[in-house]
């Protein structure tokens, strides 16, 4: 992170804070997570270079910043997370980065025929009196 993206994010945290203080009747449970999903990203420079940053490097920065984290697997994904009083600061990255895929067997499905029946459609209307003025 760059050094004014990083102060631009700490002064944003502090402005939340400040913000959570100020208005208790805010449901806010008393905990609370920030996460942030990591991907593999390329940058495109002129003329013909391109700068790769892996989710994996990313995760590693991470990590190593934490020192001591908790691992959550989770279907696809991993998280790493870290306490803080009661917030959490967790980084959620595929599995796909960082495991490799092993297929130790298969299994057969069998056929399955669903019955015809009928299924609602729906659409949302949302009355605007929920939304502050």
């Keep these: 992170m760059k050094y004014k993206d990083q102060k631009a994010l700490v002064t944003g945290l502090r402005e939340a804070a400040d913000f959570i203080e100020s208005h208790i009747e805010l449901p806010i449970d008393s905990e609370f997570k920030l996460t942030t999903y990591l991907y593999?990203?390329?940058?495109?420079?002129?003329?013909?270079s391109v700068i790769e940053d892996s989710a994996a490097q990313k995760l590693r920065v991470a990590t190593k910043a934490f020192g001591k984290a908790d691992k959550v697997w989770s279907g696809n994904y991993l998280d790493v997370q870290r306490k803080f009083g009661p917030i959490t600061l967790e980084f959620t990255i595929n599995k796909q980065h960082v495991c490799e895929r092993i297929v130790t067997?298969?299994?057969?499905?069998?056929e399955l025929i669903v019955p015809a029946h009928a299924e609602e459609t729906v659409e949302w209307r949302c009355v605007e009196s929920i939304l502050a003025d």
Aim: hydrophobic share 15%.
């Design 105 to 110: 067997g298969t299994t057969e499905v069998p």
């Design 40 to 48: 593999n990203t390329s940058m495109s420079t002129y003329p013909y």
